[in-house]
């Protein structure tokens, strides 16, 4: 008996193939775990890396050596700017101070300084004559009109005019008067909150930096901080209590207590022109309404100044530019300064609020 033959099935050769998409590659090598090293450091960190110590007499003359070559530059490009014919020459040969209907004038030449929006002349109160005489030596300084186009260069003059802009806001009258002064208190009102001198760090550590006398930054902040705010609830803010924003280990800021921002608007809306203008720029200065107030306060010529009342002189630009920068001095002290960083902003800062004193200051009150 014959078996049956079994014919082979055949396949479709579309179907025969593998596809593509359906192969798969399959890999031998052995997987592996990250062999992780374990942590064996233990103890305190690491002394930090000390500051290569610079010869105080090579900083000095590179810095001399620095000025002159600025100035020979000057002298080039002004002499440039004089054979091309150029509007940037400058155009006055002597700068001074003149006594003119009531009031401070700064005369280039013959012409009076005028603001350089309204065209007005600038007119200083007779009780500021520090202040005519530097605005004056801003203007002697200038080697060329070009230069006084340039506001970082001319920091007085353009307080000056904020100052008189505020004056003439304030005269206006009607639904548009002291627009201005509202925006300044809006503005500085913002940093009571976030007050620099009222931001502490947390409690030092056992490792954390300390100072020759045993402080911590905490410390160091604290002291800075009390001074301030107990002078002002004595003589400015009377009858309120300004707490720390950050205080420990919290990363939010707390507002203060109800009545205290009412107070202290309330006195910045009572600020004259020059008063009002001179606590802006020191607010943006040194991000500190505490501060700023205390310099106003203390070294107005105003109604709000405190110069009857305590000697003056007690927190002047190097307390203030100090109370201010604290957490940078403590840095650059453990760490090392950065050169022509550190030291331009600390310069700037002092610039800003030496303006503001002889912008609030005069002889119109006795001083202790």
Known sequence: MKLPVKMPTRIPLRLALPRPQLLRPLHQSIVRAANVAPVVGT???????????????ERVERRKKHAELLRAARQVQSAQDGKSGGAAVRFWREVRVQEADGAFQVHLDSRPLRHPNTKAVIRLPLSKPDLASALALEWDVLTSAQQAAKQHLIP??????????????DAAGGPEAAKIRASVTNTVLRYLDTDSLLCWAPPAGPHDRRNDAGESLRDVQKTAAEETVGYLTTHVWPGITIEPVMDGHSIMPKKQSDGVREMVQGWVMGLDAWEIAGLERAVLAGKSLVAAARIVAEWSEGPVGTGRAVPVGGFGVEHASKATSLEVDWQAEQW????????VNQEDLRRQLGSVVLLVSGTGKQRC
Do not use: I
């Open 43 to 57: 103890g305190p960190p690491p002394d930090p890396p000390t500051p290569a110590v610079r010869n105080a007499h």
């Open 336 to 343: 090392g300064e950065v050169e022509d960083t550190h030291d």
């Open 156 to 169: 007085l003059t353009s307080l000056v005019c904020r100052a008189l802009d505020v004056l003439d806001d």
